[in-house]
C-alpha cells in the first residue's frame, strides 16, 4: 500500500468528495488544507492524518475521537465538523470542517501588540462561553493557547484543535499518557495537568484561559524557563508576574483563574464567563476587536515557541 505525504499533496487533488486548494498549516497529528467540497460546491478546511502516523492504530483512533468529539459539539465559538472519512485510493484518514477565515490570537498579538484590556476581555469572554458548553458535553479541551484559537475580521474568536481532547463521558477509562510528550504548551497547562493529565477537570481549561488572558493583555507568557523542568516548577509554584500592573479588576480575573487551590477557582467555563463578564460591566463598553494589521512600529518583541 502506498501512502501519499500529505504536506506534499498538490492542488487539485481530490480526497474524498473534497479538492484540495492548498495548505493552511501541519501540526503533530496532520495537515490542513483549504479544500472544496464538491458536492455543495463550497469552501471547507480539511484536515488529513499524517502517513507516519497510518500504521499506528492508536493515531487512527485518536484521530477519529477528535473528529467525533468536534462533531459532537455545537457552538458559534467552536469549529464545526461536517464529515469524517477514509480515501481508498490515497490510503488516507481525514475530515472536513468548517473553514474560518482569520489570525491565531498569537498571530494577532505577534502582529500588533497587546491587546487593550476591554478587547482581551471581550475575547476570553466569546472562549469562555465555548469552553462552558463544551464542559457541558463532557469534553475537555487540554489544549487551550492563543495558537488554537482564531479570531475572524468581525471580531469572533473560534477555538480549533480538539486533538487533545478528552470526552469524560466516554473516555474515562481511558489513559492518554501521550499527552506528557507534548510539552510545548506547558506554558499554558495548569499544574495539576502537569502532574496527571488523566486526572484533570474542567477547571483545567479554566487555568488556560487565564494564561490565555494575560498573554493577551501583556504580550508575554505568564509562565518561561530556560529549560522544560524550570517551566514546570515556575508553573506549580510562581505566580504570573506583573499583576500588579493590571487594573485591579483585570489582575483579580486572572489570579481567579490561574488559582492553584481548585477549590477556589472557577470550575468550568460558565462559571469563567461570568466571572469575567463581571469585570467587563466595571469598565467602558467592550469594543469589538479589529482584525485589520496595525502598525508594529515600537512594538515589543516578544519570545514565542
Do not use: C
Request: glycine fraction near 8%.
Amino acid at each position: 500500500m502506498t501512502t501519499h505525504n500529505t504536506a506534499n499533496l498538490e492542488a487539485g487533488t481530490v480526497i474524498g468528495s473534497y479538492r484540495l486548494l492548498g495548505m493552511i498549516g501541519k501540526g503533530g497529528m496532520g495537515v490542513v488544507y483549504r479544500a472544496e467540497q464538491l458536492s455543495l460546491q463550497r469552501e471547507v478546511a480539511v484536515k488529513i492524518l499524517h502517513p507516519r502516523r497510518m500504521k499506528d492504530q492508536k493515531a487512527i483512533e485518536d484521530f477519529s475521537r477528535e473528529a467525533r468529539i468536534a462533531a459532537s459539539l455545537n457552538h458559534h465559538h467552536l469549529v464545526p465538523v461536517y464529515d469524517v472519512g477514509y480515501d481508498d485510493r490515497l490510503h488516507l484518514h481525514f475530515y472536513a470542517m468548517k473553514l474560518v477565515p482569520g489570525r491565531t490570537l498569537s498571530t494577532v498579538v505577534q502582529q500588533q501588540g497587546p491587546l487593550s484590556v476591554a478587547e482581551a476581555l471581550g475575547i476570553i469572554s466569546q472562549v469562555s462561553g465555548a469552553m462552558g458548553h463544551a464542559h457541558q458535553m463532557g469534553i475537555i479541551h487540554r489544549d487551550l493557547k492563543p495558537a488554537n484559537i482564531i479570531l475572524t475580521a468581525d471580531g469572533q474568536a473560534v477555538v480549533t484543535d480538539l486533538g487533545l481532547a478528552v470526552d469524560r463521558l466516554a473516555d474515562h477509562k481511558q489513559t492518554s499518557k501521550r499527552v506528557l510528550k507534548l510539552v510545548g504548551t506547558a506554558e499554558y497547562a495548569a499544574p495539576e495537568q502537569l502532574r496527571n493529565p488523566d486526572r484533570i477537570t474542567a477547571a483545567a481549561d479554566v487555568w488556560a484561559l487565564g494564561a490565555v488572558l494575560y498573554f493577551l493583555i501583556t504580550g508575554e507568557e505568564p509562565f518561561s524557563g530556560d529549560t522544560l523542568l524550570d517551566l514546570v516548577v515556575a508553573v506549580a509554584t510562581e505566580d504570573p508576574p506583573r499583576l500588579h500592573g493590571l487594573p485591579p479588576s483585570v489582575a483579580q480575573v486572572i489570579s481567579s483563574l490561574m488559582q492553584r487551590d481548585l477549590d477556589l477557582r472557577p470550575h468550568d467555563g460558565h462559571a469563567a464567563q461570568a466571572m469575567i463578564d463581571m469585570a467587563r460591566e466595571q469598565r467602558l463598553p467592550v469594543a469589538q476587536v479589529s482584525n485589520r494589521r496595525r502598525s508594529t512600529a515600537g512594538a515589543r518583541r516578544r519570545r514565542r515557541r
